[in-house]
């Protein structure tokens, strides 16, 4: 069992930033591979970006390749999501979510195990 909580969104102008947290417990952090997701409202859920368990690969959208950097730090068992030049666009609820396979990136939800409660992004213009 591996139990996901994420913090850090809010409110913020087009151009600003933000850096999503999710902690992790229950397994040890390394052993899972992570990935950050997020909903727009009356959309699907979509893939933004991946880290395998040591932190030695990631994966991103392409759409936000360049604005969005996933990092981890396995001491603290967290993961991050640094968001830079935000957009409206990218207004939604971002989870976090963790996969029992570590070594592999996976961008469908389906691929995952645990994911977190989700926490609110909204970008004004």
């Known amino acids: 069992q591996v139990h996901l909580v994420e913090s850090g969104g809010g409110l913020v102008q087009a151009g600003g930033s933000l850096r999503l947290s999710c902690a992790a417990s229950?397994?040890?952090?390394?052993?899972?591979?992570m990935g950050w997701f997020r909903q727009a409202p009356g959309k699907e859920r979509e893939f933004v970006a991946a880290i395998t368990g040591n932190g030695a690969r990631t994966y991103y959208s392409d759409a936000l390749k360049g604005r969005f950097t996933i990092s981890r730090n396995n001491a603290r068992s967290t993961v991050y999501l640094q968001m830079n030049s935000l957009e409206p666009v990218d207004t939604a609820v971002y989870y976090c979510a963790a996969r029992l396979s570590p070594s592999s990136i996976m961008t469908t939800r389906t691929s995952y195990n645990y994911w977190g409660q989700g926490t609110q992004v909204t970008v004004t213009s």
């Open positions: 229950g397994r040890t952090f390394s052993s899972v591979g």
